[in-house]
């Protein structure tokens, strides 16, 4: 077959998204199909093909509600004038998307969207754009969800949204069941310590400045917090990189023997991580279907979780490999920037004009007392990472789920 994904970012472009293409793609290529993915560029692109996948990049950015920048008819003619079996949109409220919606009448081969989450659903700025996505929705072959449960599968079925199937994202076996490099002396992390890990970009809504405070705050020793993430322009990584320092510098750090490492790894180190890590801990503020948790149940990693995305059903799913951690959406003033610039945010997340308005965010003194309680009990995380891994091996890999996604394919073009 002839694939087109479309994406917003794709590596060397880091997040969540980027890695669920690079995953499809280059294992539908291995799987002996023609891939091409469209997606914005990037200064440090300087192939056309990776891996087996062809990469065609565009100067564009924006969606529908914020406006389009860039070559945007350079991107409609490649649509239009391209002949695909399969054409996959992944991620609604992004131009790869947009630009592509009232297109899709004219777009040649079958049509297939990934929505992923729909993090706008519910802001007032995007009211018009989801009254129109239903019929957008139904001129699709078919709508891929991550989740049986989350606010985009949900939004499909109040409007009669019939064609749709469920894939979850995964975590990859030839990546976790590769030999790790030693992390902890990479890094200088001893032996005894327990290690617990948060990996995600420096948005300002992983949350990071809650995992430092739950660190900080649980009765731990001989502990290290490794906190792993990119840091985008504009970011918490300084800030958090500030906050660890004053924190390691504390009498009480150096008394109970506690460490924060704030840094960014390679992929490669980032798993290793995983592999070295007694606990991972993820008190995110935003989340659609985690990738890292699928990763944590790969690498026998039990999880703390705030009650974002579909992370509840992840856990079921798990067999119990992770625990919610207490969570509640939160009357917070966002925390980085200017003081002018964080009221103006406020007032928006007020008046639901914020796409970031749905967020959650952990109880601290909660979610202390469940990680002083599973510091305690190493039986009991072992009977989590032994139950996560289990389960993703019965139906996590992406080796198992690219092999749904070509089914899914077939199955539409054979029809």
Request: neutral net charge; proline residues 4%.
């Amino acid at each position: 077959m002839k694939i087109l994904h479309t994406v917003q970012s794709y590596p060397p472009a880091e997040g969540g998204m980027a890695e669920v293409a690079r995953q499809l793609s280059e294992r539908l290529v291995a799987l002996g199909h023609s891939v091409t993915v469209a997606t914005e560029y990037h200064p440090a692109r300087n192939w056309s093909n990776m891996n087996g996948v062809n990469v065609v990049q565009f100067t564009t950015n924006g969606n529908s509600v914020n406006g389009f920048k860039g070559d945007v008819a350079g991107y409609e003619r490649f649509l239009l004038e391209s002949h695909f079996d399969i054409v996959v949109n992944f991620a609604a409220q992004q131009w790869a998307t947009d630009i592509a919606l009232p297109l899709l009448p004219r777009i040649a081969g079958l049509k297939v969207f990934v929505p992923t989450g729909f993090s706008g659903l519910f802001s007032r700025r995007y009211k018009g754009y989801f009254r129109q996505l239903p019929e957008y929705m139904r001129r699709y072959d078919m709508n891929v969800f991550l989740s049986d449960c989350y606010r985009d599968i949900c939004f499909a079925r109040k409007h009669g949204i019939a064609n749709t199937v469920l894939i979850p994202n995964g975590a990859a076996a030839d990546e976790f069941l590769s030999p790790m490099e030693d992390i902890r002396k990479q890094l200088d992390i001893p032996r005894n310590h327990f290690l617990i890990l948060h990996v995600g970009s420096h948005t300002g809504l992983k949350g990071h400045e809650e995992a430092m405070e739950i660190f900080h705050q649980a009765d731990l020793v001989d502990s290290t917090l490794l906190i792993v993430g990119n840091e985008p322009q504009g970011g918490c990584g300084s800030l958090c990189r500030e906050q660890a320092a004053l924190l390691n510098a504390s009498a009480r750090f150096q008394a109970n023997g506690k460490r924060i490492i704030s840094t960014q790894l390679s992929r490669s180190d980032t798993v290793s991580a995983y592999h070295a890590a007694d606990l991972f801990l993820f008190p995110s503020n935003i989340e659609c279907s985690p990738i890292v948790l699928f990763e944590c149940m790969a690498s026998k990693t039990p999880f703390l979780v705030t009650d974002v995305g579909n992370s509840a059903e992840i856990i079921d799913w798990s067999g119990g490999g992770g625990v919610l951690l207490p969570s509640a959406r939160p009357p917070f003033l966002p925390r980085y920037g200017k003081l002018t610039s964080r009221m103006i945010e406020k007032l928006r997340i007020v008046l639901g004009r914020s796409d970031d308005f749905m967020a959650v965010r952990a109880h601290i003194s909660g979610s202390v007392l469940l990680l002083e309680s599973l510091y305690k009990d190493a039986a009991v995380r072992e009977k989590m990472a032994r139950s996560g891994y289990v389960a993703w091996q019965k139906r996590f890999t992406w080796e198992r789920i690219a092999g749904e996604y070509e089914m899914l394919y077939r199955k539409l073009v054979e029809e």
